[in-house]
């Protein structure tokens, strides 16, 4: 599987993106998704995870109630909506997929895009 982010920008303090990550392949609606982030100086972190299904949701607490993630998989994209951006939000964001049950342990996933960067001025 093949991963490539994209959507990312320079917004302002409080607005909105929305990524997109697209997979290759015809076996994407069989893996788990997450989005991950890593800002400049500190290590990657879980935002958002989401089951094959679509059925499950996870999200890390400091994004939960802004961030959304969905997936498309008859257009093998996930998705994540993020509102109320705020400068502590701004970071490298990769997608990743797992054929294991979503998690937010960056270890347990398989494949990985490439990034796309958000940065939200204050």
């Known amino acids: 599987v093949q991963l490539q982010a994209s959507g990312g920008g320079l917004v302002q303090n409080g607005g909105s993106l929305r990524l997109s990550c697209t997979a290759s392949g015809r076996t994407f609606g069989s893996y788990d998704m997450g989005w991950f982030r890593q800002a400049p100086g500190k290590e990657r972190e879980f935002v958002a995870a989401?089951?094959?299904?679509?059925?499950?949701?996870y999200y890390a607490d400091s994004v939960k109630g802004r961030f959304a993630i969905s997936r498309d998989n008859a257009k093998n994209t996930v998705y994540l909506q993020m509102n109320s951006l705020k400068p502590d939000d701004t970071a490298l964001y990769y997608c990743?997929?797992?054929?294991?049950?979503?998690?937010?342990?960056?270890?347990?996933?398989?494949?990985w895009g490439q990034g796309t960067l958000v940065t939200v001025s204050s």
């Open positions: 990743a997929a797992t054929q294991r049950r979503a998690t937010s342990d960056g270890t347990r996933y398989d494949y």
């Open positions: 989401i089951s094959w299904t679509g059925g499950n949701l």
